[in-house]
Structure formats: structure tokens, C-alpha cells
């Protein structure tokens, strides 16, 4: 053999001895591809079951919140027509019709005609057809301005703006027509409120009398310390005018075994009257 070719011989052995050659288990491999296959399973399962045991519950919630979820929409879109002008009753089926509700199951209409309408404050129901039921229900301007009005003479106070902007039809229209006849005051809350704007009560008070009233102090005191400070200096504050609550009367007991004994006073006609206490006297 040509000596060049042994020594390319021997260099190549010493080479392949010299690199580590790493062979590839086939069984190894289909062990671990088993044992991932049974993990998937068993935790495929355990969500099934899991998924199972919960599924009633949130069955139960979704169906509860749907159905209150559709509840909230009536009462929304009858409060929204209403604002609208639009104050004439409708049906149970053209209410669905209007709110596109009309996937719900007859369950939840059932559930809707005999419970849930018919026990909402806001849902006034007539012959079958239902309607939205506001705190005042006002038709125009001036039926907001006798409601002020009424509410001024009878020291109710004003009228919350929210519950004005519910049962007036187009409110903003009406309250901006009415002008200066009403005030709006703002509560602490950010509520507005509004008043009847008596401008019979208007008029100027002096200045010096302003001044006056408004360099005592009042902050720090009660209505209670207020009342009998005036006392003090001699003068008689106004007293609640107001009906007052009559108490219901108490019955007295009976006491049971015991006669009362009354004084007479028929002295003269002794021999003539007769005492009936113990019955009718038997005739002799």
C-alpha cells in the first residue's frame, strides 16, 4: 500500500477517536413523549370535572344576571320615552319588541309580567300594558310651577332637579321657558334644587340692618341655644306651626274582681228608688 494513504489512514482515526459521538435513544424519547401524553390527559380531565361541579353555579348567575340585566333595560327605555313625550302604555310584547329583547326565554317574560314589573316602583301597569312611574308626574310648565308653588306654601321646600328632569316631559325646554319664576340652589352634594320664586317676599332690606344681622354669630350654636338666647332678651321665637302627631290614648286596664262603690246622692228619695246592683229583686 502506498505510504501516503496509511499515514491519511492513520490521521483520520486518531481524528474520529479525538471527536465524542453522542447516538440518539429512540426509546427514551417515546417514554417521555408517553408520559406528556398522560399529563395532558389527567389535567384535561381535571378541568372537565372541575368545569362540571361549577358549571350549575355559573349557570345560575348568568341566568340571574340576565334576567336582571333585561329588567334594567325596561325600566331605562320606559324612563327614556317618557322624558321624550312619549307617555302612552305599551304591552309586555311591544316593550321586548322596542328593547330588542326578544330572545328571552318564556321564563323570563313570565318572571318579567307577574314579579318583576309588577313590583317596580318606576312601572306603573294598567290593564295589562305598563308605563313609567315618575316621583311628579308633570305635564307642562305650569304644572311644575304649581308643584313649586304648593310645595312653597306648604314649607315643603324645593323640588330635586333630578326628580323634575324625570317626570316633566322635555324639561329643559320647560324650566328654561319659565325663567325667573323658579330659583335653583345647589346642594353640598352638587344636587340642584329648585324653588318657587314668590316675588311677592321681595324687597329691599336696609343696609345698616344687613350689617347688623350679619355681624352676629350663629355658627357655634344650636337652634336650642338660639331659642333660649332670645328668651333672654325678651323675645318669643317662632314656634313649629306644623300638624303635630296625636299620640293614640292608652287604655286602661280593668282590673278584674274589684266593684267600685259611688256615692249617692238620692238621700231624699230613700224608700222609693230601688237598688238594681245585684239584679232584678224578685218580685214579692
Not at 494513504?5 to 481524528?15: A, N
Not at 355681624?215 to 357655634?220: Q, Y
Request: proline content about 4%; glycine content about 6%; aromatic content about 6%.
Amino acid at each position: 500500500m502506498d505510504p501516503a494513504l496509511l499515514r491519511e489512514r492513520e490521521l483520520f482515526k486518531k481524528r474520529a477517536l479525538s471527536t465524542p459521538a453522542v447516538e440518539k435513544r429512540q426509546a427514551s424519547s417515546d417514554s417521555h413523549k408517553k408520559k406528556k401524553a398522560r399529563v395532558d390527559k389527567e389535567s384535561s380531565s381535571g378541568s372537565k370535572h372541575s368545569a362540571e361541579s361549577s358549571n350549575g353555579k355559573v349557570n345560575i348567575k348568568a341566568s340571574s344576571g340576565y334576567k336582571f340585566g333585561c329588567l334594567a333595560k325596561i325600566v331605562n327605555y320606559m324612563k327614556t320615552r317618557h322624558q321624550n313625550g312619549d307617555t302612552h302604555f305599551l304591552t309586555l310584547d311591544e316593550i321586548l319588541d322596542e328593547t330588542k329583547l326578544l330572545d328571552i326565554s318564556m321564563k323570563q317574560k313570565q318572571w318579567l309580567m307577574t314579579e318583576a314589573l309588577v313590583n317596580n316602583p318606576k312601572i306603573d301597569v294598567r290593564d295589562s300594558t305598563y308605563g313609567f312611574k315618575p316621583k311628579y308626574n308633570l305635564k307642562d310648565k305650569k304644572a311644575l310651577l304649581r308643584l313649586l308653588d304648593k310645595h312653597d306654601q306648604l314649607g315643603l321646600g324645593g323640588v330635586l332637579l333630578d326628580d323634575v328632569e324625570e317626570g316633566l316631559p322635555n324639561s329643559a325646554k320647560a324650566i328654561k321657558a319659565l325663567g325667573d319664576q323658579i330659583i335653583f340652589v345647589a346642594r353640598p352634594d352638587k344636587k340642584k334644587i329648585l324653588f318657587y320664586n314668590d316675588k311677592h317676599c321681595q324687597f329691599v332690606v336696609d343696609e345698616e340692618f344687613q350689617k347688623l344681622w350679619r355681624s352676629v354669630p350663629v355658627d357655634s350654636m344650636d337652634e336650642e341655644k338660639i331659642d333660649e338666647y332670645l328668651k333672654r332678651q325678651g323675645i318669643s321665637s317662632m314656634q313649629e306651626t306644623g300638624p303635630k302627631k296625636v299620640l293614640p290614648v292608652q287604655k286602661r286596664k280593668k282590673q278584674g274582681g274589684q266593684r267600685r262603690h259611688f256615692k249617692t246622692h238620692n238621700n231624699h228619695l230613700a224608700g222609693v228608688l230601688e237598688d238594681y246592683s245585684d239584679g232584678v229583686p224578685v218580685k214579692k
